[in-house]
T-cell receptor
Framework: GAVVSQHPSRVICKSGTSVKIECRSL??????MFWYRQFPKQSLMLMAT?????????EQGVEKDKFLINHASLTLSTLTVTSAHPEDSSFYIC????????????FGDGTRLSIL | TQLLEQSPQFLSIQEGENLTVYCNSS?????LQWYRQEPGEGPVLLVT?????EVKKLKRLTFQFGDARKDSSLHITAAQPGDTGLYLC??????????FGQGTTLQVKP
C-alpha cells in the first residue's frame, strides 16, 4: 500500500514553456502533499507544502508565482513550473501523507525536468 | 542553515567491509527516518525511529536514534554491491515537515 504516482517521469521542453507535474496517491487519501527539488548528488530541498483545499505554503526563497501548486482533491496535487528557464532544470519529487502529521511521507519516483 | 548534518557525504568501500553513516543536529526531532534512493527514482523509506535510544535492525542494516533524539546512525555490516546508492536521513518536525541531511553516496565495489 501507500503508492504515490508521479507523472511525467521525464520532460524536455523549450525555454519559456510552462510544465505541469502531477502527483497522485493511488491507494490512500493524502491530506498533505509536499514538493521537493533535488540537484544531482544532492539532498532534497522542500519547496512547498500543500493541504487539500487550501493554498500551498512555500519555503523561503521559493517563488510562488513561478511554481504554482494546486491540491484540489485528496488524491491529486499538481506543480506547474511557469515560463521555465534552463536554471529550472532539476529533479522534482513529490510526497504524500495521510492523516496526522506524525504519519510517514510516501514519495513518488520524481520528474526529471530539462529546459533547453 | 543546514539543520541536519550528515556524514560522510561520499564513501567508496570494498565488498564485505562495514560502514557507519551519521546524522547530527542541535535540534530535537519527533522522529527520524532513513531513506535509500536510486538514480532517477524517489527515496524509499528504510526505517523510522521514534524513541530516544531506539535501535532497529533491517537484515545487515542497524539504525540507532540518539538518547536525546538529536542524532542517528546507520551501520551496514558486510556491505554488498547491491547496497550502493544514496542514503538520506530526515528528521521530522511536529508539523510533519522533513528536514533532510545532505545525503551519503555509497559505492560498494565487488
Amino acid at each position: 500500500g501507500a503508492v504515490v504516482s508521479q507523472h511525467p517521469s521525464r520532460v524536455i521542453c523549450k525555454s519559456g514553456t510552462s510544465v505541469k507535474i502531477e502527483c497522485r496517491s493511488l491507494d490512500f487519501q493524502a491530506t498533505t502533499m509536499f514538493w521537493y527539488r533535488q540537484f544531482p548528488k544532492q539532498s532534497l530541498m522542500l519547496m512547498a507544502t500543500s493541504n487539500e483545499g487550501s493554498k500551498a505554503t512555500y519555503e523561503q526563497g521559493v517563488e510562488k508565482d513561478k511554481f504554482l501548486i494546486n491540491h484540489a482533491s485528496l488524491t491529486l496535487s499538481t506543480l506547474t513550473v511557469t515560463s521555465a528557464h534552463p536554471e529550472d532544470s532539476s529533479f522534482y519529487i513529490c510526497s504524500a501523507r495521510g492523516g496526522r502529521s506524525n504519519q510517514p511521507q510516501h514519495f513518488g519516483d520524481g520528474t526529471r525536468l530539462s529546459i533547453l | 542553515t543546514q539543520l541536519l548534518e550528515q556524514s560522510p557525504q561520499f564513501l567508496s568501500i570494498q565488498e564485505g567491509e562495514n560502514l557507519t553513516v551519521y546524522c547530527n543536529s542541535s535540534s530535537v526531532f519527533s522522529s527520524l527516518q532513513w531513506y535509500r534512493q536510486e538514480p532517477g527514482e524517489g527515496p524509499v523509506l528504510l526505517v523510522t525511529v521514534v524513541t530516544g535510544g531506539e535501535v532497529k535492525k533491517l537484515k545487515r542494516l542497524t539504525f540507532q536514534f540518539g538518547d536525546a533524539r538529536k542524532d542517528s546512525s546507520l551501520h551496514i555490516t558486510a556491505a554488498q554491491p547491491g547496497d550502493t546508492g544514496l542514503y538520506l536521513c530526515a528528521g521530522a518536525r511536529n508539523t510533519g515537515k522533513l528536514i533532510f541531511g545532505q545525503g551519503t553516496t555509497l559505492q560498494v565495489k565487488p
